[in-house]
């Protein structure tokens, strides 16, 4: 089976390893000389035929971008910016959905030297406003149909001096760049900023235990990082048609993409939301040669598996990353969809998946896989930065000294260094995620050993849910917990001590989960909602919530609803 893999033989491949070996594979004289944008897009533009992207609308039309035409569109986006006054370093985030103009937008921003960062549509004006203005963002780019959410997040972001809108049907309000019109006039050739590997091109804002979401910057080396996993794990091949699932909003969106395009590979992407009916139609009409998309997402093909009787799947690979994929999905897998689920472990820091299965080694299912080569990881203890023994609990560590690890987190140094240790013999970041290795090298995850909330894929910090609880009238305090869900892997659950005045009952639990799905984000928001007359408190006034997690759990395995 391995010899027609990108990576035939894990072992040694790690062996031999370098990361020369794939900043040679650039255009430019690389680390020196790199620019994302460049390697991802115009290297491939020569060949007339190759395409980037293909997207489906929601209305199921296929729109089909080669790389010259997306080399070109990003030209003129970069000339826009230009012309606007955008400089080199300047922060420009996007807030749309899954069209071609945002992927147009993303290199173009890269080409243009400024930093590209992106926030999910799932966030409502609390959650985008937050992220804007922690890092001063001078330009946004959105659509008619979410220009009211910016208008209103905007209210508390100084400095975005411009929006940038995409005509969805309502025309341009007055005042907006318009991005079709705009990009029309601009010239189509751009002289790519002249970055190298240490300059700043990413950032994407992800939660955490205490306060706010911090921003996780990337410099342009990250693309050596996440080209590596594209060839290794995801074995990219000339020829493929590779749907990822994830949005441009979280960093997964432009692993897979950047990663992929940094060799050529074809994109498909769906503007739609998660619908198994959909997706099956889409596997069935299109191409797909690789999926690649959260666990919660194959756990809900699953219970719609019928409607993957029909289909004739293209399918040679498929992967998965976000949170742990039970090893039941992957025997369904195999089954269902002919391949071997991979799974895959990454964090908005580490840039990419680095802990991950290849296809050409032993899957054990329910692990995570091994390092990939040019990753050094270990289960180590944080107070001692001590590599434990195989079988043993610790947290997940890697050596900080490859291409996509993170730069900082935005203007936080005291938070940037507190993920470290020093251990006796060098230095490791401390991922938060417990798990431990077996004798033969596999990662076993365990869970988070902080507050952090993982559901559906998704990683949430409880205070910025609790503060935006804390905006309802009704409620004087909250608390919110991961409560364990067979499809979600947890749910967030709220514990809520209602004010002066205000009754429990089941429409103000209601009205508080609205409150807070609209303002801050609709995958943050708790989808239970629990009164208590006070919370249990330590001897220096701080909520226990280790003590509510016990009893959302202990209802969790009740079966209670
Ligand atoms: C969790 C998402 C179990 C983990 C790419 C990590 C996982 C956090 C896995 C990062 C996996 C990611 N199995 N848990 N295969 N992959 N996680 O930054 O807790 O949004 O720390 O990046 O997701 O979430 P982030």
Request: charged share 25%; net charge negative; with cysteine.
């Amino acid at each position: 089976m391995g010899d027609n893999h990108n990576l035939s033989d894990y072992e040694a491949a790690s062996e031999e390893f370098s990361w020369d070996d794939i900043f040679a594979e650039a255009d430019w004289e690389a680390p020196g000389d790199l620019n994302i944008a460049h390697e991802v897009c115009d290297r491939h533009a020569a060949d007339k035929d190759r395409v980037a992207l293909y997207q489906v609308s929601e209305d199921g039309d296929l729109t089909t971008v080669p790389f010259w035409q997306l080399a070109e569109e990003s030209n003129q986006f970069a000339n826009l910016l230009e012309s606007m006054g955008v400089e080199r370093g300047d922060r420009v985030f996007s807030y749309m959905p899954r069209i071609p103009e945002h992927y147009v937008a993303m290199v173009g921003t890269l080409k243009r030297g400024a930093v590209w960062g992106s926030v999910n549509e799932r966030f409502g004006p609390e959650g985008i406003a937050y992220r804007l203005a922690d890092c001063d963002t001078s330009v946004v780019l959105t659509t008619t149909d979410n220009r009211e959410t910016v208008a209103e997040a905007l209210e508390d972001v100084p400095s975005v001096e411009q929006v940038i809108t995409v005509d969805r049907g309502d025309g341009v309000p007055d005042g907006d760049i318009a991005f079709g019109d705009r990009l029309e006039g601009a010239e189509r050739n751009y002289e790519t900023a002249d970055t190298g590997g240490d300059d700043n091109a990413l950032l994407y804002y992800t939660s955490g235990t205490t306060g706010p979401a911090k921003g996780v910057l990337h410099e342009h080396r990250w693309i050596a990082g996440v080209a590596a996993t594209q060839r290794y794990t995801m074995d990219i091949k000339p020829g493929d048609c590779y749907w990822s699932t994830a949005d441009l909003g979280w960093l997964t969106g432009p692993i897979n993409t950047l990663g992929a395009w940094f060799w050529g590979a074809t994109m498909f992407t769906y503007e739609g939301e998660f619908d198994p009916a959909e997706w099956a139609e889409l596997l069935d009409e299109h191409p797909i040669t690789i999926l690649f998309s959260v666990p919660t997402a194959y756990r809900m093909l699953r219970e719609n598996e019928s409607l993957l009787d029909d289909v004739s799947l293209d399918l040679r690979l498929a992967g998965s990353v976000g949170e742990p994929l039970s090893p039941g999905v992957v025997t369904w897998g195999e089954e269902t969809l002919g391949v071997t689920i991979l799974d895959t472990y990454g964090q908005t820091e580490t840039g990419n998946f680095i802990i991950n299965n290849y296809p050409s080694m032993e899957v054990r299912p329910g692990s995570m896989g091994k390092p990939i080569p040019g990753v050094e990881a270990a289960i180590v203890d944080p107070d001692t930065g001590e590599v434990v023994e195989p079988g043993e609990t610790g947290q997940i560590a890697e050596r900080p000294d490859f291409p996509c690890f993170f730069a900082e987190y935005w203007e936080k140094p005291e938070k940037t260094a507190s993920c470290f240790v020093d251990g006796p013999d060098g230095e490791w970041y401390l991922s938060g995620d417990l798990a431990y290795r077996d004798e033969d090298g596999y990662f076993w995850f365990e869970g988070r050993a902080d507050d952090v909330i993982i559901s559906s894929g998704y990683r949430i910090g409880p205070f910025e849910v609790e503060s935006a609880l804390g905006e309802h009238e009704a409620v004087a305090e909250a608390a919110v917990v991961p409560k364990p869900d067979p499809e979600r892997t947890n749910i967030v659950k709220a514990y809520v001590v209602p004010s002066e005045g205000y009754e429990p009952s089941d429409s103000l639990a209601e009205d508080i989960k609205t409150k807070v799905k609209t303002d801050l984000a609709a995958h943050e928001y708790p989808r239970e909602v629990e009164f208590r007359e006070e919370m249990p408190k330590t001897v220096t006034g701080k909520i226990r919530r280790t003590e509510l997690q016990d009893l959302a759990q202990a209802e969790a395995e009740a079966g209670d609803d």
